[in-house]
T-cell receptor, first 111, second 115 residues
Framework: QKEVEQDPGPLSVPEGAIVSLNCTYSNSAFQYFMWYRQYSRKGPELLMYTYSSGNKEDGRFTAQVDKSSKYISLFIRDSQPSDSATYLCATHTSNTGKLIFGQGTTLQVKP | DAGVIQSPRHEVTEMGQEVTLRCKPISGHDYLFWYRQTMMRGLELLIYFNNNVPIDDSGMPEDRFSAKMPNASFSTLKIQPSEPRDSAVYFC?????????????FGSGTRLTVV
């Protein structure tokens, strides 16, 4: 079993839709949770960061962590064609910088 | 700031040849990471350095892979001999501190094809 599981999709939605992306993880020692966005033929870039459980909002993006169920979510409101990319969840424990990534979910937002 | 710089962008080589990938991290970043990305396995951490010292190389697939960081501004990942299953995109990333809140800045990657 992988430490971080993520449905690779692809996920296709119409412009303006609310998008929900999810990951599950197995190690309860994970405390730091991130979402990265990767455009085609580019490196991943940090989109959102959260520590422990709770919500964090940044514009149209909301990251949510539920440590009790080991579940990580990213919500995108009013999705735009420019949001079309692969979204990767990532996590690590408090005593290492070793980032563990999910498989990535490919999102396409159609105009 | 030019970001993390990787070279070459593309590499096509024959099985059995030696391949060297290069990375220049962001100045002042103490941590450097080498990742490999494939469709099947996603992003996998191969090795990471702190202040030029290898900290965790447990992700290096086998002895054919080696990585060095002779100074704070340069790192190499070498594969010898290369095999078709090594075909992947190899990313280098750097970070000023340990911990995801600082963000890892990734390079644009080297797309390696071994034929």
């Amino acid at each position: 079993q992988k430490e971080v599981e993520q449905d690779p999709g692809p996920l296709s939605v119409p412009e303006g839709a609310i998008v929900s992306l999810n990951c599950t993880y197995s190690n309860s020692a994970f405390q730091y949770f991130m979402w990265y966005r990767q455009y085609s033929r580019k490196g991943p870039e940090l989109l959102m960061y959260t520590y422990s459980s709770g919500n964090k909002e940044d514009g149209r993006f909301t990251a949510q962590v539920d440590k009790s169920s080991k579940y990580i979510s990213l919500f995108i409101r009013d999705s735009q064609p420019s949001d079309s990319a692969t979204y990767l969840c990532a996590t690590h424990t408090s005593n290492t910088g070793k980032l563990i990534f999910g498989q990535g979910t490919t999102l396409q937002v159609k105009p | 700031d030019a970001g993390v710089i990787q070279s070459p962008r593309h590499e096509v080589t024959e099985m059995g040849q030696e391949v060297t990938l290069r990375c220049k991290p962001i100045s002042g970043h103490d941590y450097l990471f080498w990742y490999r990305q494939t469709m099947m396995r996603g992003l996998e951490l191969l090795i990471y350095f702190n202040n030029n010292v290898p900290i965790d190389d447990s992700g290096m697939p086998e002895d054919r892979f080696s990585a060095k960081m002779p100074n704070a501004s340069f790192s190499t990942l070498k594969i010898q001999p290369s095999e078709p299953r090594d075909s992947a995109v190899y990313f280098c990333a750097s970070s000023p501190r340990q911990g995801g809140n600082y963000g890892y800045t990734f390079g644009s990657g080297t797309r390696l094809t071994v034929v």
